[in-house]
């Protein structure tokens, strides 16, 4: 079975997925994933899906429990480089992804975080 590599950018993960995910995949990179969150204290969590083509409602339910997880463990997650099929299917299963948020790209993907971490830093010094 293939893994899904997980890269480190300072204290954000960043997960590019490149190959077809199936059940056991999805499971394994679940548990990758938290365990690299909780030994590393990732603050964020990047999924790229640039590579996705076809997007169903099982892979909107991975995206949205890995989301999940990473929120539990004090992370957010953002998952950049959806095409425009992907979103409009997505939109037409009724998979509204809650609690993911998205950016177009990896680098507003960044930026997002880097904005949310100063929004709450900001919000606990008042």
Known sequence: MDRVPILKLGDILIVSIQIDLQDQGVLAL???????????????????????????????????????????LDAETVVVGM?????????????????????????KGVALLNHLEGAQIATAVR
């Open 30 to 72: 679940q548990e990758d994933l938290a365990d690299k969150v909780v030994a590393t204290g990732a603050r964020g969590v990047i999924i790229d899906i640039t590579a996705v083509e076809i997007v169903d409602s099982f892979i909107g339910r991975m995206l949205a429990t890995i989301a999940a997880i990473s929120r539990m």
């Open 83 to 107: 095409r425009p099929a992907v979103a409009i299917t997505l939109v037409e299963l009724g998979l509204s992804l809650g609690g993911v948020r998205t950016a177009l790209n990896l680098e």
